[in-house]
């Protein structure tokens, strides 16, 4: 049975939820015998389809914060980048910021939209072998807002995973919107049968941000998805012109370290705030590129490598033996 | 005055640690939820699901009708009292939240209308013209933009970075018709205030932010008693 069936009320909450058939929504809907008796929790078939897509998907990551502008889109953008800067890798880039896609604009791909063809959607190429997909190549205008809720929103993220021609991919990185909602859970449910090989946590140093962060790493260790490590971003300012470094973001409680030791996580690494990133974003332009001798394009680059050694050092037994 | 704000962020509820008010527990009386307050004079009472976790690290993974759900009650059984002015802090998006809070006002109360914040950056306005998008489809009023994150004046020499570009605010005013409120900056001081949860007002009424902020609220109070 479709997610929300077409005969459904308005705020259905979605024939998999464990609301199903209980809500106040469901009464007098045709349906809702049927999904209380659990009939339609029943597994998704997706998740299969989705997991052979995902075989040729060598490495999935997914980007994530409890918190709201802290960089994850910029990250997730620089880091598919970096990747794909090897030019014998194949690299995409889902965004899954559903209401608030800034993906298209960061890789300077706005006013692209997408082409279906036999095999699927065909997702948008910024170079050869680095493609993105994002709700914003679906929208007609700049303005144009999806107010929908959740399951609406879930089902999207389906297609997105089952109706997207990949191709063979060395790395899925995935960009998603702050929180620990429906989203999230989508992404970690429908990837369920293929194998995530962890997520990279965002934050800024102040408290305010790791607050929230804590949150998203708790729902990291809820829902077994293992944490690559932690980047803290926006992580001191110097002064163009006096070169002081001042902490606009301060890191009252210790900041992403602190959070890290005391979590038994790893700090990726830390960037510096620095103007021409957010100018570089803006112009649909990669950092790495525009001024790649600055401090934070280093900081980028030794996070990366990080990453990268991640993914290659924890392959499961299966794969790696014979 | 007496103002109240409803925190409807419920995976990152930050308005309890920046007003400082700890982790006390939300009782109930005849009317329903007792808000807390910040002072005993009664004159800011909160309301936010940071209030309600046993454990201030423990995440809410819920889904869109779990949290219809709970801001319907925040909405409706938050026993407020007189207030001048109930302010509600959303999480990003056009989502779930948004649209549970709008629709729960709306049954017993008039909303006067919407501050939409950006900082100066075309990936932030980007988004705020969506945000734009969903007032108008909603019936909201737009009372006006902030443009938050304005500039950052060094404390060592005083030059001026404008470390999240600038202008976008005052452009995205513009292109979509809309009031434009002001600016404020980036100011460690703000910021560090927000972490400890102290008085930024009280502990630094000189400061150009202080003068910024004071400015908007004036113009949103003019705004919204001469509609």
Excluded at chain 1, 22 to 36: D, E, F, I, Y
Aim: with cysteine; charged share 20%; proline share 7%.
């Amino acid at each position: 049975m479709a997610d929300i069936p077409s005969d459904a009320p308005q705020h259905c909450p979605g024939t998999a939820s464990e609301q199903a058939g209980k809500t106040s929504a469901c009464q007098g809907c045709p349906n809702q015998n049927l999904c209380s008796s659990g009939a339609t929790k029943a597994p998704d078939p997706a998740i299969e389809e989705i997991a052979e897509k995902m075989l040729t998907v060598k490495h999935k990551i997914l980007v994530l914060s409890g918190k709201g502008g802290v960089g994850k889109s910029t990250f997730s953008a620089h880091l598919a980048h970096a990747l794909a800067s090897d030019a014998t890798k194949e690299v995409a880039l889902l965004d899954v910021d559903i209401c608030g896609p800034s993906i298209p604009r960061i890789m300077g791909l706005e006013g692209e939209q997408v082409h279906q063809s036999g095999s699927g959607w065909s997702p948008v190429y910024v170079e050869d072998n680095l493609a993105v997909m994002s709700i914003g190549f679906l929208l007609s205008s700049p303005d144009d807002a999806v107010i929908w809720r959740g399951p609406k929103k879930n089902g999207m993220i389906k297609q997105f995973l089952r109706d997207v021609d990949w191709g063979e991919l060395d790395y899925l990185i995935v960009d998603t919107p702050p929180g620990t909602s429906d989203e999230h859970l989508s992404i970690v449910q429908y990837l369920s049968s293929a194998r995530i090989d962890g997520a990279v946590i965002i934050t800024t140093p102040q408290e305010v941000s790791l607050q929230d962060v804590r949150k998203e790493i708790r729902f990291c260790q809820k829902v077994q998805l293992p944490i690559i490590g932690v980047v803290e971003n926006m992580s001191g300012f110097v002064c163009p012109k006096c070169k002081n470094t001042s902490q606009i973001f301060p890191p009252t409680t210790g900041g992403a370290e602190r959070m890290c030791e005391e979590m038994n996580l790893t700090l990726l690494g830390r960037v510096p705030l620095d103007p021409r990133i957010g100018k570089s974003c803006d112009e649909g332009k990669s950092f790495l590129t525009e001024v790649p001798d600055s401090p934070a394009a280093a900081a980028y680059h030794s996070i990366v490598q990080s990453i990268q050694a991640y993914c290659l050092s924890h392959v499961p037994r299966e794969e790696s033996a014979g | 005055m007496a103002v109240g704000i409803l925190d409807v962020d419920l995976c990152g509820p930050s308005i309890p640690r920046m007003l400082s008010v700890g982790k006390p527990e939300v009782h109930q009386c005849d009317l329903g939820w007792v808000p807390v307050y910040t002072d005993a004079q009664k004159s800011l009472a909160l309301m936010s699901i940071g209030f309600l976790l046993e454990d201030p690290d423990e995440a809410v993974v819920w889904r869109g009708p779990k949290k219809t759900a709970l801001i319907g009650q925040f909405v409706s059984d938050v026993a407020w009292g007189e207030l001048d002015v109930l302010l509600v802090d959303t999480p990003p998006g056009t989502s779930d939240e948004h649209l549970a809070v709008l629709e729960n006002l709306k049954k017993q109360h008039k909303v006067d209308g919407a501050i939409l914040i950006t900082t100066p950056q075309a990936v932030s306005t980007g988004d705020v013209r969506r945000e734009i998008t969903f007032c108008k489809k909603t019936g909201l009023r737009i009372l006006g933009i902030v443009e938050n994150m304005s500039g950052f004046v060094c404390p060592h020499c005083s030059e001026c970075s404008n470390i999240f570009s600038k202008g976008g605010g005052e452009e995205l005013a513009k292109l979509t018709g809309s009031v434009y409120l002001g600016s404020v900056p980036l100011d460690p001081l703000l910021t560090t205030s927000i972490e400890e949860g102290k008085d930024f007002i009280q502990t630094f009424p000189d400061s150009a932010t202080f003068s910024a902020i004071n400015s908007i609220a004036q113009t949103l109070l003019t705004s919204i008693q001469n509609p």
